[in-house]
């Protein structure tokens, strides 16, 4: 199983960037996905989780209402939509597989994990 992370980049606060995960070797819409982040000199945060097929989602706290997570299953791919950004949603974003179709916040129950992709935003 791989796991392709992509769509960082660069934005200035207030903005917005999708990030996309494409899966090969598995099909997402059978297992729950995730997107954690880890900033500079900080321990990885949960950020999104999705259950198979999308049936139900889980944000942490403070992008509640800013980020959307969410699959195409005839792509294969996880995206998470990111709007108003905030300089400390600056970090590396990886996403996630799990072998369960329920979707976690414990990154120790993700058992396929993505290189990551930079998210830097600029106040």
């Known amino acids: 199983v791989q796991l392709q992370a992509c769509g960082g980049g660069l934005v200035q606060a207030g903005g917005s960037l999708r990030l996309s995960c494409a899966a090969s070797?598995?099909?997402?819409?059978?297992?729950?996905v995730g997107w954690f982040r880890q900033a500079p000199g900080k321990e990885r945060e949960f950020v999104a989780s999705?259950?198979?097929?999308?049936?139900?989602?889980l944000y942490r706290a403070s992008v509640k209402g800013r980020f959307t997570i969410s699959t195409d299953n005839a792509k294969n791919t996880v995206y998470l939509q990111m709007n108003s950004l905030k300089p400390e949603d600056t970090a590396v974003y990886y996403c996630a597989q799990r072998t369960s179709r329920w979707l976690s916040d414990q990154g120790a129950r993700y058992d396929y994990w993505g290189q990551g992709t930079l998210v830097t935003v600029s106040s």
């Open positions: 070797g598995r099909t997402f819409s059978n297992y729950a």
């Open positions: 999705i259950s198979a097929a999308g049936g139900d989602t």
